[in-house]
C-alpha cells in the first residue's frame, strides 16, 4: 500500500531553524540607510527586540527552537506530508505529487511559524504589546493567535478595503484579543497624512505598513511584527521544509521539484531552502517559486535597492522590485500583491539558484478547483499557484513519460476565500499581465544608491 500521508511524531518537530545565509556562496547584502550606509542594530532596536535582530544578521547554519516556542508548536506541527494520488490519477501523470499540508495549523496557514516565534522573543524581551498591519488578514490573524499564547496585546492595521470585504478575518482577529482598525486611520501622522489629501482612501498594505511601525518607533512598550520578507521570517518557517525532508526520508523518497507560492518569499523559503543545504553540497534539486503574472515581482521586476514600504520609512534593501510605488490591481490573492521580495530569496534568484515563474489568475483558480475536486482540501489563492506549476510539470512528465517527484507548499486552505471562489466560478474573474509601461512608470522612481 502506498502512504497518502506521511506523519511525524510530536518528537520530531524540529528543535532548531536552518539558516541558509551559512550555505550561500555570497553573504546576504546588508539593508542600508537614507545615508546609503548599512543600517546599525541600534536603529533597528526601536522596533525589533534584540534576539530577533541577531538571527536576522547570523550567519550561524543552525540556530535553536526555544522549547515555549516548540510547545506551541505541538498544536499542529508537525504538519502532514500528502501524497496527492487522486490528483496524479485525474492527470494520468507518471510524477509522484507530494505536498506539505500548513492549513492546519489554528491561523489556516504557514503564518504561525513565525508569528510564534516572534511573539516569543518579543515577550522576553520586555514587550508587551504589538503592532502590524494585514491586508487580506492571514498575518494579522497569526499575530493575534500568538500575542495570545505569550500574553501580548496586539494592534493590527487593516487595510480598509480588506477590513470591510473580509470581516470574518476581523471576527477571527479579534476573538484571539486583538485590537483591529481599518488603515489610515487618524491615530498615526501617517494616517492622517493621507487622509488629508483621500478621505476616501481604501487603504493599502504600503500605508498600513508605516501606521503600524510609527506606532511601534513611538511607544516604549509596543514593537512592530512584519509576517514576510525578513530573514528571520524565513528562518522560523525553515521548519517546513525540515520536517518534509524526515517525512521523504522515512518512505525513501526525495523531489526532483519542489513548487511554493511566492508572495514576500517566506513560505517559499521555508519548504525549500533545507532543501537547498543539499543542493549547495552537490544535489541535484530545482527550487521553483510561483508568482502572479499581475505581481511579477522575481519575474518582471529589477534587482535593485528600494523600500519596504509605501512611504519610504523602511531601510533600503536590495531585492527584485517593481518600485515601491507599484499598485498591483486587486487580484484574488491579496498574500502575493507585494511590490518587493525577500531579499534573501531574490539574491539566490539572481545568482540562479533558486527559479521563478509567473502563472495567470484564471488558470491558477482552475487548478485550485481541481485539486477541491481530487484531494478534498480548498486551497488558498495563494496556495493555488504552486498547484498550476506543480501540475503543469507533472502534465510535462506525461508527455515525457519521466516520473518525477515533485513537491509543493500548500500554505494555507481557502476557506476564508470563498468570495473569490464564488467570483471564479460566476465566471468573473479575469486575467491581468500588468502593463510593462506601469512597472517602467514604478521602477523610474526607486531611490538612488550611490
Ligand atoms: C501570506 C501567504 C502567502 C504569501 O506570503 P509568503 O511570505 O510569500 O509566504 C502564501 N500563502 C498563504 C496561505 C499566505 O497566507
Known amino acids: 500500500m502506498v502512504a497518502t500521508r506521511v506523519m511525524l511524531d510530536e518528537s520530531e518537530i524540529p ?30 532596536l526601536a522596533i525589533f527586540p534584540g534576539p530577533l535582530l541577531e538571527q536576522e544578521m547570523s550567519a550561524a547554519r543552525w540556530i535553536d527552537i526555544p522549547e515555549p516556542v516548540r510547545e506551541v508548536y505541538r498544536l499542529w506541527r508537525p504538519t502532514p506530508l500528502c501524497r496527492a494520488l487522486r490528483l496524479e490519477k485525474a492527470l494520468g501523470t507518471p510524477a509522484k505529487i507530494f505536498y506539505k499540508y500548513e492549513g492546519v495549523s489554528p491561523a489556516g496557514s504557514h503564518k504561525p511559524n513565525t508569528s510564534v516565534p516572534q511573539a516569543y522573543f518579543n515577550k522576553i524581551s520586555g514587550i508587551n504589546r504589538l503592532s502590524t498591519e494585514t491586508g487580506a488578514g492571514q498575518w494579522g490573524s497569526a499575530l ?35 485590537e483591529v482598525y481599518a488603515s489610515p486611520t487618524d491615530m498615526t501622522q501617517a494616517g492622517r497624512n493621507v487622509l ?18 510609527e506606532e511601534a518607533a513611538s511607544r516604549k512598550d509596543t514593537n512592530y511584527a512584519l509576517g514576510s520578507v525578513l530573514n528571520h521570517v524565513l528562518l522560523h518557517q525553515t521548519v517546513i521544509g525540515l520536517e518534509a525532508k524526515k517525512q521523504f526520508a ?49 519575474t518582471r521586476g529589477v534587482y535593485a535597492y528600494d523600500f519596504g514600504d509605501a512611504s519610504g520609512y523602511t531601510p533600503l534593501m536590495l531585492m527584485y522590485t517593481l518600485g515601491h510605488d507599484f499598485m498591483p490591481p486587486s487580484i484574488h490573492a491579496g498574500g502575493l500583491r507585494y511590490h518587493g521580495d525577500s531579499p534573501l530569496v531574490s539574491q539566490l534568484c539572481k545568482e540562479g539558484l533558486v527559479e521563478a515563474l509567473a502563472v495567470p489568475q484564471l488558470a491558477t483558480f482552475e487548478a485550485g478547483v481541481q485539486f477541491a475536486r481530487t484531494e478534498g482540501i480548498i486551497p488558498a489563492p495563494e ?36 468570495a473569490s471562489y464564488d467570483r471564479y466560478l460566476a465566471g468573473q474573474l479575469e486575467d491581468y499581465e500588468y502593463p510593462r509601461e506601469a512597472i517602467e512608470a514604478s521602477l523610474a522612481k526607486l531611490p538612488k544608491v550611490a
Open 15 to 44: 528543535t532548531q531553524w536552518y539558516n541558509v545565509a551559512a550555505d550561500m556562496p555570497n553573504p546576504p547584502a546588508p539593508p542600508l540607510g537614507p545615508d546609503g550606509k548599512p543600517v546599525s542594530p541600534e536603529q533597528m
Open 144 to 178: 493575534a493567535f500568538a500575542g495570545q499564547m505569550f500574553g501580548l496585546e496586539v494592534r493590527v492595521y487593516m487595510v480598509k478595503v480588506s477590513y470591510h470585504q473580509k470581516p470574518y478575518r476581523r471576527s477571527m482577529m479579534q476573538t484571539w484579543g486583538a
Open 196 to 213: 488629508a489629501q483621500h478621505p476616501d482612501s481604501p487603504g493599502s498594505l504600503g500605508i498600513a505598513i508605516s501606521e503600524a511601525v
Open 250 to 298: 522515512k518512505i525513501g523518497e526525495y523531489p526532483d521539484m519542489v513548487f511554493a507560492p511566492c508572495g514576500g518569499g517566506s513560505n517559499f523559503a521555508g519548504i525549500a531552502f533545507p532543501f537547498f543545504a543539499d543542493k549547495a553540497a552537490g544535489k541535484n534539486v530545482r527550487l521553483v517559486a510561483v508568482e502572479p503574472t499581475s505581481c511579477p515581482t522575481l
Open 383 to 418: 496556495s493555488s499557484h504552486a498547484i498550476r506549476a506543480c501540475i503543469d510539470e507533472a502534465l510535462r512528465c506525461k508527455q515525457t513519460g519521466e516520473p518525477k517527484t515533485l513537491l509543493f507548499n500548500l500554505s494555507g486552505h481557502g476557506h476564508f476565500d470563498m
